[in-house]
């Protein structure tokens, strides 16, 4: 096996433990530290470190840890401790054609590091114990932090072709066209990203996901690779979130999160937006929605459009 595959084969093995693992509403950082320590110990493939230079190896195996307990982890300043080992696995995978998929993928969130960089050298150091819960940054915090970081961006060179052939999908399904620069956020606007986890295309959407709503995922027609039938998908995606949710917000963070994590979250806290359930969510959603408005403030010119009041879910009694 190639030293690429292999490394993308680290990633997925790393990334497919973590999605297996039921969300929680709440974490408890030390235990989701030490699985992954566990899990680092029993999972890791041997022979596939021994391909690598021993200064490579710790860097690799360290990046993997902690990319399984980042993710999911409830700090977003700790995705800060991630950002300088990103940057030495991604030319890694940009280097050999079949791994350009997973540069694609990562190369669309260093911005998430830079970001939680920011936030960490704001945050008072008595506050930065590793391994415990901070305060995390206000749901307002993150949207101020993203607009300014989004502002100098130009557009992704295919988004000039593709979103004009997008926007009538989405507009086809009755939600905010706006919402297909959810594609930037996810893949940069690149059909051929992919992730360690398994999602891919332009809205980075999971096997079961992309099957539940038509399209092919067998290897010799994966239709998430071909930009319509993704948008397609993840327009019915994002239609049923919001008609479950009635909040734009909180269906961005469950097509981040998952639907489960969020539910269970709103009715922990007794809550009803996304605002009041952001700081517990996992730091990847934390940002990723933020991320979303603030890429459609700066492509767009205005915010995404509220939910209309009249097709908000009445809850159940």
Known sequence: MKLCCQIATLFTLAAVSLAQQ???????????????????????????????????????????????????????????????????VLPLLAAREETTPYAAWLRTRLDYFEVAEEFRKATPPAKLVRGQVTVNP????????????????????????LVPVLKPIFAKENIPTELVW??????????????????????????????RFG????????????????????????????????????????????????ERLLEKLNAKSFDAIATRLPAETQMFVPKVEATVLRREGREIPKYPKTQIPKKQT
């Open 182 to 211: 959810i594609a930037e956020v996810e893949s940069g606007f690149n059909p051929k990203a992919r992730s360690p986890v398994g999602a891919a295309g332009l809205f980075q959407l999971m096997p079961d996901t992309a099957k």
């Open 138 to 161: 206000s749901s307002a915090a993150e949207r101020t932090t993203w607009d300014k970081k989004l502002k100098p961006t130009d557009w992704p060179k295919a988004a000039k072709e």
């Open 215 to 262: 399209l092919r995922t067998w290897w010799l027609s994966d239709q998430r690779y071909q930009p319509e039938p993704s948008a397609s998908a993840a327009a019915k995606y994002l239609k049923q979130l919001g008609k479950k949710f009635g909040d734009w917000r909180l269906a961005l963070a469950a097509y981040n999160a998952g639907e489960g994590t969020v």
């Open 22 to 88: 039921p969300p929680a509403a709440e974490l408890d950082v030390n235990q989701v530290i030490g699985a992954a320590q566990e899990w680092a110990n029993e999972n890791l493939d041997e022979d596939v470190l021994r391909a690598l230079p021993e200064v490579d190896r710790q860097q690799v195996e360290k990046f993997l840890k902690d990319f399984q307990s980042q993710l999911r982890g409830e700090n977003v300043v700790d995705v800060a401790a991630l950002k300088d080992a990103a940057k030495i």
